[in-house]
């Protein structure tokens, strides 16, 4: 079974502070998701990455895809409370269709 | 414009008890799925359903069956509900399988307990 280990688990941070979430695997993947999940609800999708060293941005939210394409970075620059959620890593390693491998989450809570 | 809707929201099963979860999407969508997330898991994928009649088995199949009703829906059905099977359960749609181009629409979930 392929995994995706995501670190930290959990991360409590001040409004205005810097955070980096890893995603992490020993499998190469043909395209990476990140998701965020808000309580109560379902995850959105936030990016998708497919090249191997791809950065993509999203206002204050940079994603990085490795070079080798077996893992994955999100940096929140000055972390706002609506930033609060489940952060999730999403990989296709298939190449072809319908296997997303979901990481184990960061639960990342923003506080004013 | 609803997007992908799911019924219950909630429900509380004893064991041995059997109960079928609805999914529908209006996004015109080709392929549908359905997961389970539990606590320091992640998300599993249960089945899914790669286009209209048909079928596949995901990572976690067992206890579970599918039926992809039409195009727009897709239901999930627990025979014989185990503790087990206590989790919240989403149902996802995309426009087509190919993962790299498409992104996944979630449903809210829902949350069962199994007594």
């Known amino acids: 079974t392929q995994l995706l280990e995501q670190s930290p688990q959990f991360l409590s941070i001040q409004e205005g502070e810097n955070l980096t979430v890893y995603c992490n695997s020993s499998?190469?993947?043909?395209?990476l998701q990140w998701y965020r999940q808000e309580p109560g609800e379902g995850p959105v999708l936030l990016v998708t990455?497919?090249?191997?060293?791809e950065v993509k941005k999203l206002k204050r939210l940079t994603f990085q895809f490795g070079d080798a394409r077996k893992d994955s970075s999100l940096h929140i620059t000055a972390a706002q409370p609506g930033d609060t959620g489940l952060y999730l890593c999403?990989?296709?390693?298939?190449?072809?269709?319908?296997?997303?491998?979901f990481g184990t989450g960061t639960l990342l809570a923003v506080q004013p | 414009n609803a997007g992908v809707t799911q019924t219950p929201k909630f429900q509380v099963l004893k064991t041995g008890q059997s109960m079928t979860l609805q999914c529908a999407q209006d996004?015109?969508?080709?392929?549908m799925y359905w997961y389970r997330q539990d606590p320091g898991m992640g998300l599993r994928l249960i089945y899914y359903s790669a286009s209209e009649g048909t079928t596949d088995k995901g990572e976690v199949p067992n206890g579970y069956n599918v039926s992809r009703l039409n195009k727009r829906e897709f239901s999930l059905r627990l025979e014989s509900a185990a503790p087990s099977q206590t989790s919240v359960y989403f149902c996802?749609?995309?426009?087509?399988?190919?993962?790299?181009?498409?992104?996944?629409?979630f449903g809210p979930g829902t949350r069962l307990t199994v007594l």
């Open positions: 999403a990989g296709d390693s298939s190449g072809a269709t319908n296997k997303l491998i």
């Open positions: 499998s190469v993947f043909s395209s």
């Open positions: 996802a749609s995309s426009r087509d399988s190919d993962l790299s181009y498409n992104e996944q629409f």
């Open positions: 990455v497919v090249t191997g060293g």
């Open positions: 996004m015109n969508h080709n392929s």
